[in-house]
């Protein structure tokens, strides 16, 4: 039999509490939940190294931030020399590899680069970002299930990502109300945030006033996403390709709706940002409609498809297989987890099943306190700092936290990148910020095409 195929949807900010098939309430991903009666949904997996950059290093290469030494999303400079991506390791099997969509250090070596116009408003105000990519995938897919070779196909679909935007009926599927209400004011703080509000500006309707439209946005945004990749899934089984398949939902981060005064963005490193989904189907060695309670992360993605296609590497990877958790083998991977930004604000912290530490590492542009603490199981949307009243169980998990960094920095033989970033935030003049003020006062983005630039950077392979 030959190697399987591998089709990666690797879409960018989708959280998994507002997908449906995760348990949110509104019925934003009812073709995904459909395909997940065939395939193993992972419940508790993380993206722990914000953002996009960091997010699909990981998700590529089967390391964490140690391993690839990618922590910031303006990263300068290639992936590390030595780590090998999923497209270079499928390759060397002879893989044909095509990304959609992608262009950063961890998407070097593909055979083959589509884009697709995933960012701003067609010429109806509307973002066809999903039938986009379905008009460069679709013939993609074909053209690769003509070859006698496998393939790996890597679709980054952009829909939740902003700007939201989706086109009727979905723009309002998820709203009923009026979003020009002149007495709800809860956009107010969005539109006066300074480093955003013009980005805000160039998307969002003129005059809106209430910030649950924009949230329902975002929901519209997932739910014809979701629509438009059934026709790929669709595509998938008329060429014959489903049973060899090995198909593959995930994200490189969540998003920040109206949380936590991080609006509409994805940084901050709170659960919002940090849980995406895991969904994985390939019949007959994926257990179908399998929920796994366990925790899991990015960087087991890797060395997961490799042991799924039977591919041995010489790699050592920091992520472990989830087919032991999916077969009842093992219960779960670590329940501590290390976790980073260097998005907007460059902080790091500690995880576990019941405590969230946050440590700032330089003031940040929403003059949050310098150390926060989170008791998860009271208290899970981390909206009550309790560094001032927990000292003790601040030190506690400082110190976990310091023992891993020292643990992974003997390991790898390499620092912890995050305390070498100086100009992640892109200003070449500042190396780090002094005060939250300065922070403020600094960092801008104008309108969707900073954000692209921001997104893909400057370099194509």
């Not at 290469?61 to 020399?81: S, W």
């Not at 961890?106 to 067609?122: K, M, Q």
């Not at 945030?193 to 005059?207: E, H, I, L, V």
């Not at 033989?413 to 200003?427: A, D, K, S, V």
Request: glycine fraction near 6%.
């Amino acid at each position: 039999m030959s190697k399987p195929n591998i089709l990666l949807f690797g879409i960018d900010s989708l959280r998994a509490d507002h997908m449906s098939v995760y348990g949110y309430p509104l019925n934003t991903t009812p073709h995904i939940a459909r395909f997940a009666e065939s395939a193993t949904v992972f419940e508790h997996n993380f993206s722990p190294h914000i953002p996009t950059t960091s997010g699909y290093a990981n998700m590529l290469t089967g390391m964490d931030c140690f391993g690839t030494q990618i922590v910031a999303l303006r990263h300068k400079g290639e992936l590390r020399p030595g780590v090998r991506t999923l497209q270079e390791m499928l390759k060397a099997e002879g893989y044909n590899t095509t990304c959609v969509g992608f262009h950063s250090p961890s998407a070097r070596n593909f055979d083959t680069y589509i884009d697709f116009e995933g960012w701003g408003a067609g010429p109806d105000g509307y973002a066809h970002k999903a039938e986009n990519c379905n008009a460069v995938a679709l013939p993609e897919l074909e053209r690769l299930a003509a070859d006698d070779k496998p393939f790996f196909l890597f679709l980054r679909h952009m829909d939740p990502h902003s700007p939201y935007l989706p086109p009727a009926p979905y723009d309002r599927t998820f709203y009923h109300g009026n979003e020009f209400d002149p007495a709800n004011t809860s956009m107010d703080p969005v539109f006066t945030f300074k480093p955003f509000c013009d980005y805000f500006a160039s998307w969002m309707p003129q005059g809106l006033t209430d910030a649950q439209y924009e949230v329902a946005q975002y929901d519209g945004a997932i739910a014809y996403m979701d629509a438009c990749i059934q026709t790929i899934l669709t595509a998938l089984e008329k060429l014959g390709l489903a049973e060899n398949t090995i198909v593959v939902f995930t994200s490189d981060h969540g998003e920040t709706l109206y949380d936590h005064d991080c609006w509409f963005d994805h940084h901050g490193t709170y659960d919002n940002t940090l849980t995406v989904p895991m969904i994985i189907r390939y019949p007959g060695k994926m257990p179908a409609g399998k929920r796994v309670s366990g925790y899991s992360q990015l960087k087991d993605l890797v060395p997961t498809l490799l042991e799924l296609a039977e591919i041995t590497v010489p790699e050592q990877f920091d992520g472990r297989s989830l087919l032991p958790m999916a077969c009842d083998q093992e219960l779960t991977h670590e329940t501590e987890i290390y976790f980073t930004e260097c998005t907007w604000m460059r902080k790091h912290g500690w995880r576990t099943p019941e405590w969230k530490l946050i440590v700032s590492l330089e003031p940040d542009f929403h003059f949050k306190p310098a150390v926060e603490l989170y008791n998860l199981l009271e208290d899970p949307e981390e909206l009550h700092n309790l560094a001032d009243c927990e000292p003790e169980v601040v030190a506690f998990l400082e110190g976990r936290m310091k023992a891993w960094i020292a643990q992974r920095e003997q390991q790898s033989g390499l620092p912890n990148p995050m305390y070498n970033q100086p100009g992640w935030h892109g200003t070449p003049e500042i190396d780090y910020f002094t005060s939250s003020q300065q922070a403020y006062d600094t960092l801008h983005i104008g309108n969707p095409g900073d954000a692209a630039r921001l997104q893909t950077r400057t370099q194509k392979p």
